[in-house]
């Protein structure tokens, strides 16, 4: 049975309008999408798994409150994400400043996601005031909640790559705005 002979199918069987399908494409396609750049970045971390899932969990939850940079393709996505990571997980963790430092580096980043944030794609609806100032709020507790925590176990290296999870998402989030 071919990819035609399947959309045929479910649309007639579950009565989908054309648009639906459409929809159901592009959800399909956006999660194999998301789906393969996980596994292959997670590739370079083999390694290092668990600190990997940690940071694309931190990152995945921090993103959805801010949005950010959207790339045009996926090779491109796929790049600037591997970069992100490589950067998060293996370089900036080599220079973390002390606790008192992180912790106001944190609030300078819930200020300005409040600020700036959400940035969403083009391609994305535009949001409602109200679901603007829910989103806003929720980088905030996130971030309270994080600096909670990391006062808790401050040198922990899932403490410490969260943090600067966070400082890398502020300010792609700062570079997405000014595009």
């Known amino acids: 049975m071919g990819m035609e002979h399947l959309q045929n199918y479910i649309q007639i069987k579950y009565d989908f309008t054309d648009y639906q399908m459409a929809q159901l494409r592009f959800f399909t396609v956006t999660l194999l999408s ?5 596994l292959i970045i997670g590739l370079f971390f083999i390694y290092d798994i668990r600190l990997y ?7 995945q939850i921090v993103r959805s409150t801010t949005g950010g940079i959207h790339c045009r393709t996926y090779a491109g996505c796929l790049l600037l994400s591997l970069a992100f990571m490589v950067i998060i997980i293996k370089v900036l963790p ?3 400043p002390v606790l008192f430092a992180r912790i106001l580096m944190l609030v300078i980043c819930a200020a300005v996601s409040f600020i700036i944030g959400p940035v969403t794609s083009a391609k994305h609806l535009k949001l409602s005031n109200n679901t603007r100032f829910r989103l806003r709020l929720k980088v905030i507790a996130v971030i309270a909640v994080y600096i909670f925590v990391m006062c808790m176990k401050p040198d922990s290296r899932y403490i410490i790559t969260g943090f600067w999870t966070i400082i890398l998402n502020t300010f792609q989030l700062g570079v997405a705005k000014k595009n």
């Open 34 to 38: 998301e789906l393969s750049k996980f």
């Open 94 to 96: 080599l220079f973390t």
């Open 53 to 59: 899932l940690w940071t694309i969990v931190v990152f």
